[in-house]
């Protein structure tokens, strides 16, 4: 059995971890969030230490780890501009860290926990779950069988609404999250790389507040793709359907489905981790390079590789007229 500290228990995806944790069969001992609404933990651990304080959690973990009872492993569900300093403390600590997505907000951050990795023998695990979802995982079977020479055509969309929160939030600070692209696409730009290979080119004809699109050409693929939490932007079937998340993912007019399945995808990261099994610091690297160079590059024009969902944004926020002057 595994011990486990958790920093960020009162965040949306903590429930996730304390079930994976708990259906691996190991044991947390302690977590922290500066919120105290982590109630959740007695349906887990209720006996874990918690902490509001970074300082005394900070405390409370060098003391396990300097009286030979130090955690294995460190669960980093915090804020994305602090996954990089986190998963620093747990490796400092002695332990292996297993870390949301995305594992940090730009490439050269990555650089610099490969060192640490070298320097404390243990390791980074970011949580790229979408390579573990069957309808994924046949798709990636299938373009490997397929012609060598083929490139595919897709459409990607992603729409999920959000309410006046999360501008509010740390998600609607892209010096925090990001921005759009890192904070609900990034493992999306993971699997697109993860099938069909590395980026040849990246272009953004949208780039705002609550919605992204653009255009990659991959090794074997060219992806036309839009994310958004903007209500508007839902098709209106959705709409009717009084839903309030629309993914879409299309193979050449084939739509992929992969809507269901998502469950139990963390403990089978988990699972996978804890057999050695798990994403490091090098699967991670592409889809950060891919966001970061999203979130710093100039608008282009449309032409014929925009998906169709970014013409009426555009359209809506005047990009063209400011495009072309």
């Known amino acids: 059995m595994h ?4 920093i960020g228990a009162a965040g949306f995806i903590a429930p996730r ?3 994976a944790i708990k259906d691996t069969g190991n044991q947390l001992v302690t977590a ?4 105290d609404s982590v109630g959740i933990m007695d349906s887990y651990f209720p006996a874990a230490e918690f902490f509001t304080e970074f300082e005394r959690f900070d405390r409370h973990i060098d003391k396990l780890h300097r009286s030979g009872q130090g955690v294995d492993f460190t669960s980093i569900c915090s804020p994305n501009y602090l996954h990089d300093a986190h ?13 949301e997505k995305p594992l940090v907000l730009n490439p050269w951050n990555i650089d610099g926990l490969a060192e640490m990795e070298a320097e404390t023998g243990k390791q980074v695990n970011n949580i790229l779950q979408l390579r573990l979802h069957p309808s ?4 990636k079977e299938r373009v490997c069988n397929g012609p060598a020479d083929k490139i595919y055509d897709l459409d990607l969309a992603y729409i999920t609404c959000r309410g006046k929160w999360y501008n509010i939030s740390w998600k609607g600070d892209p010096a925090k999250s990001g921005g759009i692209a890192t904070n609900i696409g990034v493992h999306f730009f993971d699997m697109l790389t993860w099938i069909f290979g590395p980026v040849k ?3 953004v004809h949208v780039h ?11 090794a074997k693929a060219r992806v036309r793709w839009f994310l958004s939490t903007d209500y508007d ?3 209106e079937a959705v709409k009717v359907a009084n839903k309030s998340t629309f993914r879409s993912l299309q193979l050449e007019g084939e739509e992929i489905e992969f809507s269901d399945g998502f469950t139990d995808l963390h403990t089978k990261s988990y699972e996978n981790i804890l057999a050695g099994k798990g994403f490091g610091l090098a699967e991670a690297y592409p889809s950060i390079d891919i966001v970061h160079n999203i979130r710093n590059a100039s608008l282009a024009r449309l032409s014929s590789d925009y998906h169709p969902m970014a013409r009426k944004q555009r359209l809506l926020v005047g990009y063209d007229a400011a495009i072309n002057g």
């Open 3 to 6: 011990t486990f500290a958790l």
């Open 17 to 19: 971890h304390l079930k």
């Open 32 to 35: 922290f969030d500066k919120f």
């Open 87 to 99: 998963i620093r403390f747990g490796l400092r600590n002695g332990a292996n860290v297993i870390c």
């Open 136 to 139: 994924i995982i046949a798709l």
């Open 201 to 203: 080119l990246n272009r």
């Open 208 to 218: 705002e507040e609550n919605t992204a699109a653009g255009y990659l050409e991959l």
């Open 233 to 235: 932007n839902l098709p």
